[in-house]
């Protein structure tokens, strides 16, 4: 079954650490996400890419980096820059909006992150 | 600039009762609409969407929504809770764009 895999479900980081958290999905959903979960705060989108090699901050992307070398593939590294990164992340996917349609988006079980 | 409001951080019915979980949306063009379940340390699943059409929504599990255009609401409700409710429910609008803006959570309690 297709769907969103991300890895690893916990991890744990030192201070002044980088560490990257990978997302796959085999959806062949060409735009993909990512945000950051903190109790009683929603969501909050950090980065989000449409297309392969192209992407855009979110809200908060203040710390953090990705990539977009594949369509596959969406991985975000937390820097040591990023000063708060203890969090729930979660990245999810989507169908392109370019033929009209708004489709929902399909997520991941989520990386639980926290700085030791 | 697009937002959505969440009414009350926690709900609590018991099981058998209506459930009316709320929310409301700022949007500067018609907006599309959903909402999505959370269980703990998951994803979250769309439970359904509104786009046009039909301003009454159906979705999985017996739940369903109604766009109110006039009060800018789109509330979230199920004639009858069901243990397996029990869980965080997110509200989110999208102008069209890639961005969807999610409201803070409602967290349902569901009592035997």
């Known amino acids: 079954d297709g769907g969103i895999t991300q890895s690893p479900k916990y991890l744990f980081r030192k201070e002044g650490q980088n560490v990257t958290l990978s997302c796959e999905q085999n959806?062949?959903?060409?735009?993909m996400y990512w945000y950051r979960q903190d109790p009683g705060q929603g969501l909050r989108l950090i980065y989000y890419s449409q297309i392969v090699n192209d992407f855009q901050k979110g809200d908060i992307a203040e710390g953090y980096s990705v990539s977009r070398e594949k369509k596959e593939s969406f991985p975000l590294t937390v820097t040591s820059a990023q000063k708060n990164p203890t969090a729930f992340y979660l990245c999810?996917?989507?169908?392109?909006?370019?033929?009209?349609?708004?489709?929902?988006?399909?997520f991941g079980s989520g990386t639980r992150l926290t700085v030791v | 600039a697009q937002s959505v409001t969440q009414l009350g951080s926690h709900v609590s019915v018991s099981e058998g009762a209506l459930v009316l979980l709320r929310c409301n949306y700022s949007s500067s063009v018609p907006p599309y609409l959903f909402w999505y379940v959370q269980y703990p340390n998951q994803g979250l699943q769309l439970l359904l969407k509104y786009t046009t059409g039909a301003t009454l929504v159906k979705g999985i599990n017996g739940f369903e929504a109604e766009f109110k255009k006039s009060e800018t609401s789109f509330h979230l409700t199920k004639p009858s809770a069901h243990m397996s409710d029990a869980a965080e429910y997110f509200c989110?609008?999208?102008?069209?764009?890639?961005?969807?803006?999610f409201g803070a959570g409602t967290r349902l309690f569901v009592k035997a």
């Open positions: 989110a609008v999208s102008e069209g764009s890639f961005k969807t803006i």
């Open positions: 999810a996917s989507s169908k392109s909006r370019t033929d009209g349609i708004v489709y929902g988006y399909t």
């Open positions: 959806l062949n959903h060409d735009a």
